[in-house]
C-alpha cells in the first residue's frame, strides 16, 4: 500500500497552492499598508496574487508593489507560482488527469455485491489467494485497498473494489458491509486492528479473519472480537514440527495454503557459502533477499528462529520462508543452489 499514492499527492499539492495564495494575499496587504502605506482591498490582494501566480506580470498602477520589499516579495511568489506550474503540475496534476481520462473510457468496473459477499481488506498477496479460492467456491468478494497502483489488476480481473481505507466508516459501508457475510484483512499489523475495530463497531456478529504478523497484535486482535487470527510463524512452526517427525500429511498442505504465495524450502550450506562463518544479522538474507529465516537444522537439530548472533556452519541446512521471486534472489546470491520445497 502506498502512502505516497496519486490521491495524497493531490491533497498536498492542493494544500501547498491553498497555502501559497493566503501567504500573498497577506504579504501583499501587509507590504502595501505597512510599507508602501496605501489602503487595498481584499479584491486588490487577490487579482495581484492571481496575476503574480500565474506569471502574467501585468499590474495597474495601483496595484502594482513598488517598494523593494514588495519587489522582492514579488520575485519570491513568482518563483512559488512557476515551481507549481512547471513542477506540480506536470508531475502531479497531469498524471492524475490521464488517469481519470483512461479510467473515464475504460469499460465500467464490476459492482459491489450487494450481499452475501466477503469484504477483502487489503489487497496483498495473500488477499490475492484468499480472492481466488472465495471466488472459486462460488463466493463474491469486493477489496478495499489504498494503493492505487492495483487499480489494473483488480479491473482486468473483474473484481469489485473500493479505493480507500478498510479502518474508515464509509469504506465498509460502500463495501455493504451489513449485508456481507464475512470480512477478511491481510494489511499492515497496525492497519489490520483499525480495521477489525471499526467493522466490530458497525457489524459485531460479523466473522472477521486476519493477518498479524507480530505475537502481540494477534493476542490484540482477539481481544477485539477477531474469530480466527493467521500468522505466518504459527503455520511456518507447525511445518517444522512435522519436519522435526518426518510427518508430511495433509494438514502440512492446509497449513501452506493459509499463506497464499509463501512457501518454505531448506538449503545445504556448503564450505565455500559466503554466509558461513557469518551470523544471521552479517547476512542480511532478509534484506538483499526478502526471505525470513525461521529455522537451521545442525547435526540432526532444529535450531528454531534463530537468533541475529546465530553463525552459519558448513552442513547447515538452513530453513527459510518466502516466494518465489524471493527465493530466486536467494538462489542467485547462493551462486545457483536450487532449494528444496518442504
Known amino acids: 500500500m502506498a502512502l505516497w499514492n496519486t490521491r495524497t499527492k493531490i491533497k498536498i499539492f492542493g494544500i501547498a497552492l491553498a497555502l501559497l495564495f493566503l501567504f500573498s494575499i497577506l504579504g501583499f496587504v501587509l507590504i502595501k499598508q505597512r510599507v508602501e502605506g496605501q489602503e487595498v482591498s481584499f479584491i486588490q490582494a487577490l487579482y495581484w496574487t492571481i496575476i503574480t501566480i500565474a506569471t502574467v506580470g501585468y499590474y495597474p498602477s495601483a496595484v502594482a508593489l513598488t517598494s523593494e520589499i514588495g519587489l522582492a516579495f514579488t520575485v519570491v511568489v513568482v518563483v512559488s507560482g512557476l515551481m507549481a506550474l512547471f513542477l506540480g503540475v ?42 481466488k479460492e472465495l471466488n472459486m467456491h462460488g463466493f463474491a468478494c469486493v477489496v478495499i485497498d489504498d494503493d ?22 464509509k469504506d465498509l459501508l460502500a463495501a455493504n458491509i451489513y449485508t456481507a457475510i464475512g470480512l477478511v484483512v491481510t494489511g499492515r499489523d497496525d492497519k489490520n486492528t483499525f480495521a477489525c475495530l ?70 545445504t550450506l556448503s564450505s565455500d557459502n559466503y554466509i558461513v562463518g557469518k551470523n544471521l544479522r552479517e547476512s542480511e538474507l532478509g534484506k538483499r533477499t526478502g526471505i525470513i529465516v525461521v529455522g537451521a537444522w545442525r547435526q540432526g537439530d532444529l535450531q528454531a ?10 552442513d547447515d541446512i538452513l530453513v527459510a520462508l518466502g516466494t518465489a521471486p524471493q527465493f530466486l534472489a536467494l538462489e542467485n546470491l547462493f551462486a545457483g543452489i536450487e532449494g528444496v520445497v518442504i
Open 90 to 131: 506536470p508531475s502531479i496534476v497531469a498524471p492524475w488527469l490521464e488517469e481519470k481520462l483512461r479510467r473515464a473510457g475504460k469499460a465500467k468496473r464490476a459492482p459491489i455485491p450487494t450481499g452475501g459477499h466477503v469484504i477483502v481488506v487489503g489487497y496483498t498477496d495473500t488477499a490475492r489467494h484468499a480472492v
Open 148 to 169: 492505487t497502483s492495483n487499480i489494473d489488476e483488480l479491473e482486468n480481473k473483474n473484481i469489485p473494489f473500493i479505493i480507500g481505507d478498510g479502518s474508515d466508516d
Open 198 to 267: 471499526t467493522s466490530n463497531k458497525l457489524r459485531p456478529d460479523l466473522p472477521i479473519t486476519a493477518v498479524a504478523r507480530n505475537p502481540e497484535t494477534e493476542k490484540l486482535l482477539y481481544k477485539i472480537g477477531v474469530n480466527k487470527v493467521v500468522t505466518p510463524k504459527n503455520a511456518v512452526g507447525r511445518a517444522l514440527a512435522k519436519r522435526a517427525l518426518g510427518r508430511y500429511d495433509a494438514a502440512l498442505t492446509e497449513g501452506k495454503s493459509l499463506l497464499g504465495d509463501l512457501e518454505m524450502r531448506q538449503y
Open 305 to 314: 528462529s534463530p537468533p541475529p548472533d546465530f553463525v552459519f556452519n558448513p
